[in-house]
């Protein structure tokens, strides 16, 4: 195959074949191509050279079937890829400079990389000058920038990792200009894609991974789900994964004539912005039920995973020490529901979902989901009006299975449905979802998706 250029990127020639061949369907990647297409375009357009080298990748978000605030826990969660996501199309600097061009914004995001970036919080260059600033601390200079463009058609603090996607394409995008996976500080601490999964996660939270330092990350206290989840997800299965460190548990056939629709609340949930408190304190609130375990047992467990893999009787030990709690910032009841929330959810909900979702199976996995939503509301209590309702009402028009997902308090609503009845599930879906919310309605939208490919550059394909 010939190399990538940017001339064959504007042209879109073979592009929709190789994205097909990668495990997207038709629609989605006659959609990305012409995205890859308009990037390289606006590349030439802001003065890049013809002949420079291209680096392009796709990077899609996700669907967290079930595992609501399990993973930095060390539970586990069942996720898909969606088959929207992030095109990304760069070309190398020879300075230290980084462009980043949104398709939607007319000024790009521009920094040099430095282990001293101040990124602004509640924009979105935060993200990508983040990804640079953790780059400069933990790889020994020179690093070389590079002119980005990012095009994207997933919706932006929806649920679906849009925020994740983001800092993974930009990664993605330097490690390829400075060939970051030929270094010295990267074979040490990397040395599988796993390992690539947890330490994506650790920009964006800030904290260190092996010996590559940490830093203030995007403020937010989360977890590995959504970068393991973009980079391993597998075409028309649900892939499950457990958690500190990233460890893969099973695959889920979904059956081909099953297909998730998807229902953007247009409740807006930032992790940067306003939600980002409130994101926290659930995060917080299963910190602090494992500093309760670590004083009352003088051990050293690191999440509530390892609390209860510690012995046989280790929940029923946690429900007495959180009855006589007496938490500075915490009220009691709310570490009792956190805690409950992340048993049931991580290791009864989860484990009883069958392998195969077939017709068969259907209705006890519609019944998990329903309970997995209602102990979310219930217990986690990160839900909205919104996304209590849009859950309720896709099963009662007859969606096989249901819940919200991503951090909650806002965000996005998934329903398992029929093929043949996806469009008019959807259209009673969002027309009646604008009669009871209308605000909310005029910002959200409803689409449908497959369980689709992981991240991959279209280098990787011009490889094979």
């Known amino acids: 195959m010939n190399p990538l250029t940017l001339d064959g990127l504007r042209t879109g020639a073979g592009l929709e074949e190789q994205l097909t061949r990668r495990g997207l369907h038709r629609n989605a990647a006659d959609a990305k191509a012409r995205m890859l297409a308009g990037a390289a375009e606006r590349l030439v357009g802001e003065g890049v050279g013809i002949s420079r080298r291209p680096f392009a990748c796709l990077v899609p978000g996700r669907i967290e079937v079930l595992g609501k605030h399990t993973d930095y826990a060390g539970g586990r969660s069942l996720v898909v890829a969606v088959d929207r996501g992030f095109c990304a199309v760069a070309t190398p600097r ?4 980084v462009r980043v061009f949104s398709t939607e914004e007319a000024r ?3 920094f040099e990389i430095r282990p001293d970036i101040l990124p602004p919080v509640g924009h979105w260059s935060n993200y990508p000058m983040t990804v640079a600033r953790r780059l400069a601390r933990n790889f020994a200079p020179p690093l070389f920038g590079a002119d980005i463009v990012l095009d994207s058609d997933l919706p932006r603090a929806a649920g679906m990792s849009s925020s994740s996607a983001l800092m993974i394409a930009v990664y993605s995008m330097l490690a390829a200009v400075n060939r970051l996976d030929q270094r010295e500080e990267y074979r040490s601490n990397i040395s599988s894609r796993l390992d690539l999964a947890g330490y994506l996660a650790t920009i964006e939270n800030g904290l260190s991974f092996a010996s590559l330092d940490g830093d203030r990350g995007v403020g937010t206290f989360g977890g590995s789900e959504d970068h393991t989840a973009i980079l391993f997800a597998r075409p028309g299965q ?3 994964y457990s958690y500190c460190p990233v460890r893969f548990e099973r695959c ?5 004539d099953l297909v998730f629709a998807v ?3 247009g409740i807006v949930a930032d992790k940067t912005g306003g939600a980002m408190d409130k994101y926290n304190r659930v995060s917080n609130l299963a910190r602090a039920v494992v500093e309760l375990w670590r004083e009352a047992t003088g051990r050293d467990d690191p999440h509530l995973a390892a609390v209860l893999a510690s012995s046989a009787d280790a929940a029923n030990r946690m429900r007495g020490i959180l009855q006589a709690s007496h938490h500075p910032l915490y009220m009691r009841e709310q570490l009792q529901h956190r805690f409950e929330q992340f048993v049931e959810e991580s290791g009864v909900i989860i484990p009883a979902v069958p392998d195969a979702i077939t017709n068969e199976s259907l209705a006890d996995f519609g019944q998990l989901a329903d309970r997995s939503q209602a102990i979310g509301a219930e217990r986690l209590q990160n839900q ?5 309702w849009l859950a309720r009402f896709a099963r009662q028009e007859g969606a096989l299975a249901a819940s919200a997902f991503g951090a909650g308090f806002g965000g996005s609503v998934w329903a398992l ?3 043949a009845d996806l469009e008019p599930f959807l259209s009673r879906w969002s027309a009646e979802y604008a009669r009871v919310f209308p605000e909310a309605a005029a910002k959200s939208a409803f689409f449908a998706t497959r369980p689709g490919p992981p991240a991959f550059s279209l280098d990787e394909d011009a490889d094979r």
């Open 94 to 97: 020879q300075d230290g400079r």
């Open 108 to 110: 790009p995001a521009e």
């Open 238 to 240: 649900i892939v499950q």
């Open 252 to 256: 889920i056939r979904v059956q081909e």
């Open 263 to 265: 229902a953007q609340s």
């Open 384 to 388: 909205t009006p919104e996304t209590i």
């Open 417 to 419: 449905v029929r093929e």
